[in-house]
Each structure stands twice: as C-alpha cells, then as structure tokens.
C-alpha cells in the first residue's frame, strides 16, 4: 500500500450534512478545517470499537481524552469539540473526575443515518499527523518478545473478506453500528492502521481483532475456530477468592499460579482488604459459605447465568445477569453526593447478594476504597494465562493464534492440539480444567 494514500473516514451524511448547514448559520469563531470536525466523529466511533466492557446505562457515550486527540489532530481540538457541542452535533455526559475519567461523548442519534466516506488526503496536515501516530506506535513493536512479534506479523496477514462484510452492515438498521462497523474495517483494510501492543493498566494485548466486534468476525478469510473461556471474569474471581479463603491465613503461596501467590496478593490489595475477606469467611456459617461452592462450581463448568436464573427464579434474563455483574465489578462500592451516602446500582447488587451472598461480601472488600483495583487485577491475571502461557506455548508449537482477550482464534486443523495446551495450563495454575466454548467462524453467502 503507498503511503500517501488517503485515509478513508466513514461519517453518517446526515451528521453532514446537517454540519454544512450549522456552519452555513453559525460560522466558527475560529480558523477551522472541516476535516477535523470529520475526524473528531471517527474518534468517537474506533473508541466505541475499542470499548468492549460497557455497561447499558453509558454504552453511547466514549471518553475523550483531550490531550491524547490534541497530539493527532491540532492544538485547538477542544474549539472543535465545543462547537460541535453547542450546535448539537454530539452529546457530552459532562462527567469528568481528574486523574480518572475524560468527559464522555456520543454522535447526536438524529444525525447518525447514511454513510458518507471522507478522504484525508496526503496533502493535509491531519494526514502527516495520522501517519505520525501510526509509526509512533509501531516502533514500540521492536521490544516485544520473540512469541509476540510472531504473533504480530501473522496478524498483518489475516484479511476479511470485506466487499460481503460491508454488504452486510450495510444491512443493519441500527445507524449507529453501521458506522462504527465501517470505521472498524476501514482500519483493518488499510494496513497502515492496524495495531498490536500490551495495554499499560491490564496487560491486555490490544489489537484490531481483540476489538473487531463478534459479527464482523465471521467474514475472516479461512477456516478458523474461536476457542472461548466460559464465564471467564467470574472464573478467575472464583479463583482468587479460593486462594485468599484456603492459603492466605497459612501465609503460603497458596497457589500453582504465580500472579496467585501470597506476596502478590498482598502488593495488589493490601494486607486490609485480604484480612477483610478472610473475616468475612471465619464469621459465617457453613450455610452461607455454601454459595461459594455453588458459584465455584457454576463458572467451572460454564453454567453460572443459568445457574443464577434457576436459583433466582424471579424473572431475570442471561443478558440481565451479566449487567449485574458487570455492575458489581466495576461500580464503587458507594458515592457520596450533596453530603448523602449512597449505593450505586443498589437495586442489581441486592439481586446478586441474596444467590451469591459471600461473593458479593468479598468482591465489596476488595474493592474497598477502590473500585478498580479488582476487576484491573483480574485483567492481568486474564492476559497472564492467555498471553504469557498459552498463545506463547501455541506459537512456540508453531500455532500462531489471534488472541481476543479470553479467548484464541486459531485455524481448524490446530484446533484440538490448541484445546490440549489450555487445558495443560489451566491445569498447571488452577489444577482444574475450566469449560471452554468451541465456535467455528462461518462466513455469510451473499
């Protein structure tokens, strides 16, 4: 591919048109170049792509880190975003806690019909900083181990077949994924902008594939399986809280696992809130302990929101179940606002306390004072097993996997030398085997 080939934005016509007329009316008060208002919609949209694990009540919007989009676009970004905002071109959650979260944006649902594609061409300054930020990235690709620069260069070679995909979003009713699945393969179809790097907070390794949303990924070009850790986020809680419960008390490693080990456990969360969880387990009655054993067994054999539907047994949905626990994880244990105390997502958290009552107990002392910090370790003890053991074993066997996070992509013919290995090292850190889900990627006839 030449390098001064344009980049392509995919934009909804009606959000430009009804741009040209904003402008028509009430012109910028500053110098502007229409293609940043452009890009600013493509920003918002790939972040929508990137951010898998959001909950029903924010999903529309996506945080915008000024400073981050200033570096990529021009020094007076904020004017764009602004203008914009005053003319109701985009939302804002106005939501914004320094050091902790960017104020959330979203495309004003009216003007989300159609697709129109913009060109960035060679001869613009947004293009020469695009490129910039793209070879920036990329030269952080040298320091990767050996295993993950092999697992780089195999991602450049997988295609999609993209004319059938295309075809296909361009089918759907919902106008906003029509765009954001456009913006998603136009970044795979130039080369130029795919990624690949380990994400600084989780560990995780972040790629065009890891992001690529489930539907499109029926249109890549082969025969591959996906190979999916059921219940995978509960599966490594219900993991950390058997160590914490059986080896913390014996101040031992307590576990095969070595992202489990006591000295571990003790720099991530502290000494308070393991003691925390630890009285919580001395003090209850065998009755109550036995949900533990229930939502150990559940998540070990890949039935945990079934299980919780039958064992609730007032009217509750999977998708329901995996909002609460979503919630549960990643919420704040409680707020304070114009001096009043209170629980957010207080009605969800009741629902899952009276199945999991103990879990629930546990995972609001590891979050003490910081709702983060649980669901961040998690993450990193995902991207250990996932990354670390067993895309790395995989590749040194000569099977070179797409890695989605808690689950592979491999092709058909490993598929069952590639169940062997995950199954090997979950046994190696776990000593259990966990359920794993087998799919084949089939493509759509068109």
Sequence with gaps: MKLNKSFVLYIPARFVQRLNEYIKTNPP???????????????????????????????????????????????????????????ELIFSDNHYVIGEKSKGYCINPEYLKGIDRVEVKADCKLFDKIIKNHRSKRSHNNRLEPFLKRMNN??????????????????????EKQASYMTALELLKDNRSRYFHRNKTNNRLDTNFTNLKKDLK?????????????????????????????????????SLCSKLSYDNLIETFGIKRLNSVSKIHQKEEKPFLANLKRFNDSVLNGTLYDDFINTY????????VKNIMFKLMFSKNELHENYKMFIP???????????????????????????????VFLQKLESYIFIDCIAKELVETGIIPLTIHDSIIVKTEHKE????????????NFNVIPTLKIELLKLNKF
């Design 29 to 87: 008060c500053f110098k502007y170049d229409i293609v940043y208002f452009y890009y600013i919609v493509h920003y918002i949209f790939d972040q929508q792509n990137r951010n898998k694990n959001k909950n029903e009540e924010s999903e529309q919007f996506v945080n915008i880190n000024a400073k981050k989009l200033m570096r990529i676009t021009t020094s007076n970004i904020n004017d764009y975003i602004k203008y914009l905002k005053n003319g």
């Design 313 to 320: 047994s007032n009217g509750i949905t999977r998708d329901e």
């Design 417 to 428: 030398k590639s169940i062997v290995i995950m199954n090997k090292v979950f046994k190696q």
């Design 218 to 254: 029926q249109f890549i070009i082969g025969n591959y399986v996906n190979i999916d850790l059921k219940n995978s986020q509960p599966f490594f809680l219900s993991q950390l809280l058997k160590i914490i419960i059986e080896s913390y008390n014996n101040k031992q490693q307590g």
């Design 345 to 375: 997502f207080e009605k969800e958290k009741k629902v899952f306390a009276t199945v999991y009552p103990f879990v629930y107990d546990s995972i609001k002392a590891l979050k003490e004072n910081d709702n983060v910090i649980l669901p």
């Design 154 to 175: 195999e991602l450049k070679k997988v295609e999609l077949d993209y004319v059938n995909a295309e075809k296909w979003v361009l089918m759907q009713s919902n106008y």
